[in-house]
């Protein structure tokens, strides 16, 4: 007898909670069903990987009347059709204070490895649920949106005025490289409300464009022709080799996304970038120099001329590699002086076999004191042979 009041009660005052024709029946028909014996159900929960190269993740709620397998629900939540953005079906949240309905929240699947650039988006109203229109002035509301139970972003309706659909985008850097739940929540003690959730849709903003570089020999500092010039990321696979001067281009590329380059040619050490994002302003990737592992013992007959290479990297900080050959054994000294030719430091003063040699910089003077940022020189001499390159160090 108490139930068939109780069920009796419900059906009263949802009619004044909610207006005549078709919703009202869907709603009545929606929420009768779950009151007498309302208990939160249990959803097994499911991992979403990537649908698309732009889209990881989206719900439009369009597919059937009911709440989405993978979402779990809490309070007053149903999948109301026809009143979603475009006519179509919404995610439906009701408080129903008088029957201590005051609480309503619904949880995503969980949504794997968010890239860097991610962003959230959908796509929201808030209704009073007295006339169920979003023209009139309505009662306090909090709406809040969460990750991981800790708190994204909050919608505090201060102002009391119903709000017809209006989209929202959330960075989610904060959570690059992680799998995450998102939850939406309506709190609301003292009224009662119908907030819509729809076009629901994790992404990335990349766009495609195109890259170029030179790849060089870092002792000659002549292009390099047919290196392999490698990007690979979790959405696609790039490559292509230099051309005759070293030069390359890569089409295709995606902005905002993490990518491995791989550079690798016979003779040379592979380069190897490990987190390279290209943004969209960064079109020109700095100038790669390839190291020769072909050492003189390996060919002896290899004809050398006595060379001082560029530093790399330059600008530096704190080091930087020179390179230098040597076209017969004989003394060979390598000096850094700063702008006002004052000896700063004195990287090599020894005897050399004829070959290619290395020596590395660390920013320091003969006292091993680190030096200030600006620009240095450094002079290889070997008997008559002298040679000057200019370097900056930048902190």
């Not at 089409?251 to 380069?271: A, E, H, P, R």
């Amino acid at each position: 007898m108490f139930s068939l009041f109780l069920s009796l009660f419900t059906v009263q005052h949802l009619n004044a909670f909610l207006h005549q024709g078709k919703r009202l029946n869907y709603l009545t028909n929606r929420i009768n069903t779950i009151l007498p014996n309302f208990e939160v159900p249990t959803i097994t929960t499911t991992t979403v990987h990537y649908s698309s190269r732009n889209e990881i993740f989206f719900e439009d709620f369009d597919s059937s009347d009911e709440i989405p397998n993978g979402w779990d629900p809490a309070g007053l939540i149903l999948v109301d059709p026809g009143y979603g953005l475009n006519g179509t079906n919404a995610l439906c949240f009701v408080t129903f204070p008088a029957f201590g309905f005051d609480l309503a929240a619904a949880t995503s699947p969980s949504i794997a490895n968010i890239p860097q650039g991610a962003s959230l988006e959908f796509y929201y109203r808030i209704m009073d649920g007295d006339n169920d229109t979003y023209t009139a002035e309505i009662g306090a509301l909090t709406f809040a949106v969460r990750i991981d139970n800790q708190p994204l972003m909050v919608i505090n309706n201060t102002n009391h005025h119903t709000i017809d659909y209006t989209p929202i985008v959330v960075s989610l850097n904060n959570y690059a490289n992680r799998s995450i739940e998102i939850q939406f929540l309506m709190s609301d003690a003292v009224h009662g409300y119908i907030v819509e959730v729809d076009n629901f849709r994790v992404f990335t903003s990349s766009s495609a464009v195109s890259i170029a570089g030179i790849i060089i020999d870092s002792i000659t500092e002549e292009g390099l022709e047919g290196a392999l010039v490698s990007l690979n990321s979790t959405e696609n696979h790039l490559d292509c080799t230099t051309d005759a001067t070293g030069a390359f281009i890569l089409n295709n590329v995606l902005t905002n996304t993490t990518y491995t380059l791989t550079v690798s040619k016979d003779g040379y050490d592979n380069y190897v970038n490990n987190s390279l994002v290209v943004g969209d302003n960064d079109l020109i990737i700095p100038t790669i120099s390839l190291q020769s592992n072909v050492s003189v013992n390996d060919n002896p007959t290899q004809p050398f001329a006595r060379y001082l290479g560029a530093n790399y990297p330059n600008p530096f900080n704190p080091s930087t590699t020179i390179s230098f050959t040597n076209i017969q054994d004989g003394q060979i000294t390598i000096e850094i002086f700063n702008i006002q030719g004052q000896k700063v430091q004195t990287l090599v003063n020894d005897f050399y076999k004829a070959g290619q040699y290395q020596v590395t910089w660390h920013g320091t003077d003969v006292q091993n004191h680190n030096v200030g940022s600006g620009v240095y020189f450094y002079q290889m001499k070997s008997d008559s042979f002298t040679q000057t390159r200019k370097m900056i160090l930048m902190k």
